[in-house]
């Protein structure tokens, strides 16, 4: 992955993954170098698919599990200074 500056400093990045089965969190810092440090990954079981082929259709409580998971660090990414999510 190249920088867009190549004098900026490192900067912080976070990706999100939101799966059938689980919410993922991978917050990484790119080096100058254009390597990465990984600073947080994290992986919460939620579900999200449960059900889904016999209904056809997300169930009301996949959701809410999914969004439990969402909010219960909205400013970790924001503690660890993303430049871009």
């Known amino acids: 992955m190249k920088l867009k500056n190549p004098g900026q400093k490192d900067r912080v990045v976070a990706f999100i993954d939101i799966g059938t089965n689980s919410v993922r969190l991978l917050v990484v810092r790119i080096n100058p170098n254009n390597s990465y440090t990984i600073l947080t990954r994290q992986k919460q079981q939620v579900r999200l698919g449960e059900g889904e082929f016999e209904n056809e259709e ?5 959701m809410e599990r999914t969004i439990v998971v969402c909010k ?3 400013d970790l990414p924001v503690r ?3 430049g871009s999510l």
């Open 72 to 74: 219960s660090s909205p």
């Open 80 to 82: 660890l200074r993303p």
């Open 58 to 62: 997300i169930l009301p409580e996949a």
